[in-house]
């Protein structure tokens, strides 16, 4: 286990050493312990089919500049910092204690001891990166919009927030350590500051997905289990053909890369917690203890959209979540998800200000998020007990390798 | 680029900067400088002078209250006259070195102001480097006294206004007055007692004090309008103020202190005006706001041939961000003052929140710079 301090004595990485330090340091694979680093270099960015860690910390940033070389060089201090943060190393060359007393700490030392708690750093520009909203190409890029990042439909029953929706640039810290998720995202944003400004940001707690088929399936907070028939890493032709952009399909900066769909969604708690478990059951589609399909016996058992029940209704409702999500309702649409818990205290009533804030990572969204959102927008019953309130959509570029960093095929 | 020899010497110990009237002008090198200004105009008789002392004789014609200012690149400012009322005449003397400068008249006291340039010939021998840090400070302290004078004087007018029932008038000084207070607060905190008791909120007035100073007054200003009462805090903040002046043109600040001074009063836009808490009955925060841009940039500005020697690429990203800060604070201008707080978007709030963020991010590098060991 690597600590901060240790590191620290191994040497400094730099923008220019980190895929070296990553691969001295580091080990790929499905086993890590929780503690341990990830790669942050490969044909992939880390955080979308890495086993899916126990905390979130996702930001969504304005570009407050018009210089796109200021945005550039951001986008290198941000690379840089994110392959040391990931290392378990400070976000700075100097450190949060070893600098001179004068001067303001270049980490800003809250994780000083922490190891590197599996940290991801996985950046996404949304579509307003490319256009203004008078159509005017900002930062010479335009010609480089992926078709596939046309912005989200207006779904039935959306109660979006404009200002915890949107943004130029995302960047999703996930790790096994609340704290190491917010010290990476504190310090990106304070690198950050006078090129973009936060625009909104959400903590979650508690993966509600798998993504490794050693993870065991986690709940919601509605209490089912939730991601069971999710994308896998060990899937790799699903993967090929559901999550990764493939050479082609746009234009190439984003060959390796996934589109990131993010949809804040509170849960009305209360009124949930009243209903019935037949009701819960029926809405969901899923038995609430074992997760298995409505009529089926086992988690992973395929739910039989077919079945018929004594009373000659549907045992799987038509309007239960997971028939309305299922692929063969969406013309075989599958995506990863990997969202989280959140709470964010109460709400002035009294109410827990709680629900899910889903992430899901898919080859194009015309195809994944939006034709499942659209059924489940219009007939899932579970819409009685979930608001959305939040949506975002990035285009994830493919991993950073050599000495690259994020964004480098995009602004090249 | 800055030429070497404008590190030269700024005059040590020359407070004659700051003092006005008078004789003196048969000193300088070919007499006193005329400068004509008007309410659209700033004629300055000669742009072009010898390295030395130079006087400059400044008629307001405007019917507006007028500065005037010598700037060195950078805007540090190297003298300056405030409050030239119209009609009236002051004598600016200023020791400068060879250089390209800019003289500049403010009338209605706001803005840039109206710009010429002066250019100064001659020679100096190059400062070594703990004399280009002497200078800052002793640059600082020239603002120091020229701020203090001000605020002396239209805190005296306020609280005249004040004890006279003069409700109107309290209201339209108050933030005039407050303007030098903020320009230089964190001289002023240095003093222990003396900043809570002139400038501190209801809520940070500790047990067993009265709530008195600035912000009581403005209180009863704009909360009850009644100021029938308010006499003896108004005397009270007179006493305390011409205290702080004593103290503060007394004071020897380090280039360290000039530093985190300058971080400081960002640090006050960001936790205390940005947030509309400290005008929060009149809710004139943004002109403290502009005020504390004013203090941070002269700070920088005297400090500005010592961190152009060691640090350049960060002078530039400080000049950038000023300016960014000015555009956008330029933004809510209301005549010669500043909209209200209340008058403010939550996104307007926020743009100015982003600019000021980018602007003390480096500001707060510069205190390691002036620490450095040449």
Redesign the interface.
């Known amino acids: 286990m690597i600590t901060r301090r240790r590191a620290l004595a191994l040497g400094g990485v730099g923008a220019a050493g980190l895929a070296g330090a990553g691969a001295a340091l580091i080990s790929r694979g499905g086993s890590e312990a929780v503690t341990d680093a990830v790669a942050f270099t490969g044909p992939h960015q880390a955080g979308i089919v890495t086993p899916a860690q126990d905390r979130l910390h996702f930001v969504a940033f304005d570009v407050?500049t018009k210089d796109r070389e200021r945005l550039v060089r951001t986008l290198r201090e941000w690379t840089a910092a994110a392959a040391r943060m990931t290392a378990g190393l400070d976000a700075g060359e100097i450190g949060a204690v070893d600098?001179?007393p004068?001067?303001?700490p270049d980490d800003t030392g809250e994780a000083i001891g922490l190891p590197a708690s599996a940290l991801t750093l996985t950046v996404g520009f949304g579509p307003t990166l490319f256009r203004d909203a008078t159509g005017k190409d900002r930062f010479g890029i335009a010609g480089k919009l992926p078709a596939a990042l046309e912005p989200l439909p207006r779904f039935t029953g959306d109660t979006l927030d404009e200002a915890i929706s949107g943004g130029d640039i995302a960047i999703q810290a996930c790790a096994n350590d609340p704290q190491v998720a917010v010290h990476a995202i504190r310090n990106l944003a304070?690198i950050g500051?006078?090129?973009v400004?936060v625009r909104w940001s959400q903590l979650g707690f508690g993966r509600t997905s798998s993504t490794a088929t050693g993870q065991a399936t986690p709940r919601n907070l509605f209490g089912f289990k939730d991601g069971t028939r999710n994308l896998k890493a060990e899937q790799e032709d699903l993967l090929r053909e559901h999550l990764w952009v493939p050479d082609g399909d746009g234009p190439d900066w984003m060959t390796g890369g996934s589109y990131l769909v993010t949809r804040k969604i509170r849960m009305l708690i209360e009124t949930w917690d009243r209903s019935s478990l037949a009701e819960q059951e029926a809405i969901v589609g899923r038995h609430k203890g074992t997760g298995a399909p409505l009529g089926a016996a086992g988690e992973f058992d395929e739910p039989d959209l077919t079945a018929v029940g004594a009373d000659g209704t549907d045992l799987i409702p038509a309007t239960a979540h997971v028939r309305l999500a299922h692929p063969d309702t969406n013309n075989g649409a599958r995506m990863l998800r990997r969202g989280y818990n959140f709470v964010d205290g109460s709400d002035g009533l009294g109410r827990l200000d709680a629900g899910l804030f889903f992430i899901a990572f898919q080859r194009d969204p015309r195809t994944g998020f939006v034709p499942v959102q659209r059924s489940l927008a219009a007939s899932d019953e579970m819409n009685e007990y979930v608001r959305h309130v939040s949506s975002g959509l990035f285009a994830c570029p493919p991993g950073v390798t050599g000495g690259g960093w994020w964004g480098d095929r995009l602004f090249a | 680029m800055r030429p070497t020899n404008l590190l030269a010497l700024l005059t040590l110990g020359s407070l004659a900067a700051c003092s006005s009237g008078g004789s003196g002008a048969e000193q300088a090198a070919g007499g006193p400088i005329a400068v004509k200004a008007t309410d659209t105009g700033c004629e300055v008789a000669r742009t072009q002078v010898d390295a030395g002392t130079s006087v400059f004789a400044i008629t307001n014609g405007g019917q507006k209250v007028t500065e005037f200012y010598v700037y060195a690149p950078g805007d540090r400012v190297m003298a300056e006259v405030e409050n030239i009322a119209p009609g009236l005449s002051r004598n600016l003397h200023v020791e400068l070195p060879a250089g390209t400068y800019e003289t500049a008249c403010k009338p209605g006291m706001t803005g840039k102001g109206i710009r010429g340039q002066l250019t100064v010939s001659g020679s100096a021998a190059p400062l070594t480097d703990d004399a280009a840090l002497l200078a800052a400070t002793d640059s600082y302290s020239r603002y120091v006294k020229s701020q203090t004078a001000a605020l002396e004087e239209k805190t005296a007018e306020f609280v005249a206004a004040v004890k006279a029932g003069d409700v109107a008038k309290s209201k339209a000084l108050f933030p005039v007055a407050r303007t030098y207070w903020e320009r230089i607060e964190p001289v002023a905190e240095i003093f222990g007692d003396l900043d809570p008791r002139t400038d501190g909120r209801e809520e940070v007035t500790e047990e067993g004090l009265k709530f008195g100073g600035f912000h009581k007054i403005e209180q009863d200003l704009w909360q009850t309008g009644d100021i029938s009462k308010s006499g003896p805090i108004a005397d009270q903040l007179m006493a305390d103020v011409k205290e702080v002046v004593t103290k503060a043109n007394a004071e020897k600040l380090s280039p360290?202190q000039l530093?985190n001074g300058a971080k400081a009063l960002l640090d006050e836009v960001a936790s205390g005006k940005i947030t509309g808490e400290e005008d929060r009955y009149s809710h004139t925060d943004l002109w403290d706001f502009n005020a504390n841009i004013d203090g941070s940039k002269a700070a920088i500005a005297s400090l500005r041939p010592v961190l152009e020697e060691r640090d350049p690429a960060l002078v530039k990203t400080l000049d950038t961000?000023f300016a960014n800060v000015d555009a956008t604070l330029g933004k809510h201008r209301a005549g010669d003052g500043w909209k209200l707080h209340t008058d403010l978007s939550q996104a307007d709030l926020?743009e100015l929140?982003?600019a000021i963020?980018?602007?003390?991010?480096p500001i707060?590098?510069v205190?390691?710079v002036?620490?450095?060991k040449a």
Not at chain 2, 357 to 361: D, F, I, S
């Open positions: 407050v600098g001179m004068e001067a303001p304070r500051m006078g090129t400004s | 360290l530093a961000e926020k929140t982003d963020n980018a602007l003390a991010e707060s590098r205190a390691a002036v620490a450095k």
